[in-house]
Nanobody
Framework: QVQLAESGGGLVQPGGSLRLSCAAS????????MGWYRQAPGKPRDVVAR???????VFADSVKGRFTISRDGAKNTVLLQMNSLKPDDTAVYYC?????????WGQGTQVTVSS
């Protein structure tokens, strides 16, 4: 059974930074393409960053240059470093395989960017 547990969210001012972590069990993150997704109120859940098995990274245009994705094989976690945060980044953030599997969604972690 795959479990993905996101953490690290919170309230941050515009221009601030947060680091999200996704602890995985039942799946080896370095052997799978993994992604970070987000869902804002009233909007669909979209991928914002992904990392391939080979370590290549891809970002949504809205976060390019501000977010980085990485993984820690020893801890079996996927990380999302978010810098220069904007109010539009406010959402619940989730990690999942890429493409996402419906049975892998965790609870997510809330990120709120507000002054």
């Amino acid at each position: 059974q795959v479990q993905l547990a996101e953490s690290g969210g919170g309230l941050v001012q515009p221009g601030g930074s947060l680091r999200l972590s996704c602890a995985a069990s039942g799946i080896i993150v370095r052997f799978n393409d993994m992604g970070w997704y987000r869902q804002a109120p009233g909007k669909p859940r979209d991928v914002v960053a992904r990392i391939t098995i080979s370590g290549d990274t891809v970002f949504a245009d809205s976060v390019k240059g501000r977010f980085t994705i990485s993984r820690d094989g020893a801890k079996n976690t996927v990380l999302l470093q978010m810098n220069s945060l904007k109010p539009d980044d406010t959402a619940v953030y989730y990690c999942n395989q890429f493409p996402a599997r419906s049975d892998f969604w965790g609870q997510g972690t809330q990120v709120t960017v507000s002054s």
